[in-house]
């Protein structure tokens, strides 16, 4: 061999394959077939269920064992992934809608989703009407002949509210109109949608899943109707996560349950320290008793993550600032999920129709994985930040 083709040939094969514990990383565009019969016998295998790999990052080994790690835990039958828990929530809606469709989307959905409903379905004649999170059973009277879905997410982004899963389901089902959920908030550890009447979950696996801050990904997880026209709307569109995130994200997946049982338990003191505070007008977090949300949570849900809003009482935007600027252990970003704590002002004045936010100050915390009693110090150092302006 000359050295051109010893550089195309040499090193592609490994002297040994390790038995290791995790699903070995294969990038990869092609992949070879041994003969003319194997590569037609695998021809239009893309999508199908025996999840063979053919070409990319369809079927790769790590993108199934993540999709099916995934899809068993959050209850459903199969999923697919997507760059981000955004291309996910589009994902999810392409599968549903033709031209013609109206859908029902809760107004306290994720923002960027809600805007990838009402300014690019629209275009393509689909009618969006956005609404009231604790309507319940009374979506009933929204229902149009051509409503085929029902949007959910529980709960919502910001404001929390929980929604009665079932009761929409059922409303729904009678309708022949499927229920899509964003399950980010619980994840299928502290919610089975799947068992509470849903057909479609979306995860973005971006925030508890992969769970360290540093990875994007979303899922989109079926029911074992829905799954033709999920893998299909997948597959056309192209989007996959690539191998290298796929494994971040399972490798972040293994300890979703005592991250999350963590977050849970370090949230609850600090969510009830923060409602005794002088400067809160409320504390938004559905696992707080008393909150409007709380006999729903405890219904149907089996424990409770680390995000919530906190309502300050009116203050000045310096004072808001002097509070959030210099935090020593919740950083200023968006996005959660990840171990490390966050907070974000919530500015919802863009994303609420049915119910425009009128509220005081509304901030987002995310409570991670530090102790709790440096987070609440680190909290009660901002409220005198505050008080001092
Ligand atoms: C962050 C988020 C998404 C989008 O996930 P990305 O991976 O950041 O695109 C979707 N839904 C909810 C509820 C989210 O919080």
């Not at 995130?245 to 005592?258: S, W, Y």
């Not at 991250?259 to 338990?265: D, G, K």
Request: a negative charge.
């Amino acid at each position: 061999m000359k050295k051109d083709t010893q550089l195309a040939e040499l090193g592609r094969k490994a002297v040994h394959e390790p038995k290791i514990v995790n699903v070995p990383l294969h990038r990869a565009s092609t992949v070879l077939f041994d003969s003319l019969a194997e590569m037609r016998a695998t021809q239009g295998a893309w999508g199908a269920d025996e999840q063979v790999p053919t070409y990319g990052v369809f079927n790769m080994p790590q993108e199934v064992a993540l999709a099916n790690a995934v899809a068993e835990l959050e209850g459903g039958y199969r999923a697919v992934t997507f760059p981000s828990g955004l291309a996910a929530v589009a994902g999810a809606l392409l599968a549903c809608v033709n031209a013609g469709d109206h859908v029902l989307m809760t107004d306290s959905a994720y923002a960027p989703g809600r805007q990838f409903a009402a300014s690019f379905l629209t275009r393509f004649n689909v009618a969006i009407e956005f609404y009231d999170p604790a309507i319940g059973a009374g979506i009933k009277a929204l229902m149009k002949p051509n409503t085929t879905v029902i949007y959910t997410e529980s709960p919502g982004s910001h404001t929390f509210e929980m929604q009665d899963i079932p009761a929409i389901a059922e409303v729904a089902h009678a309708h022949g109109a499927l229920v899509i959920m964003d399950n980010a908030w619980a994840t299928g550890y502290f919610f089975n949608a799947f068992l509470h009447g849903v057909d479609i979950v979306v995860q973005p696996a971006t925030k508890y899943y992969a769970g360290h801050s540093d990875v994007l990904l979303g899922l989109v997880i079926a029911s074992e109707r829905t799954w033709p026209q999920v893998k299909d709307v997948a597959i056309r569109l192209g989007q996959r996560a690539s191998p290298d995130d796929c494994f971040l994200t399972l490798r972040g997946m293994r300890t979703l349950g005592v991250r999350l049982r963590q977050h849970e338990a370090s949230t609850l003191p600090i969510v009830q320290w923060l409602a005794s505070r002088p400067e809160v007008a409320r504390v938004l977090y559905p696992a707080l008793p008393g909150d409007p949300g709380y006999a729903l949570w405890k219904r149907d849900f089996t424990g409770a993550s680390g995000l919530f809003s906190v309502e300050l009482k009116p203050c000045s935007r310096t004072q808001l600032a002097a509070m959030l600027d210099d935090y020593a252990h919740f950083g200023l970003g968006y996005s959660w999920g990840g171990f490390e704590s966050l907070v974000a002002p919530a500015n919802i004045d863009n994303a609420r129709s049915v119910h425009p936010w009128r509220g005081g100050p509304l901030v987002r915390y995310h409570v991670g994985l530090e102790d709790a009693e440096d987070l609440i110090r680190d909290l009660e150092a901002g409220f005198e930040r505050l008080n001092a302006v």
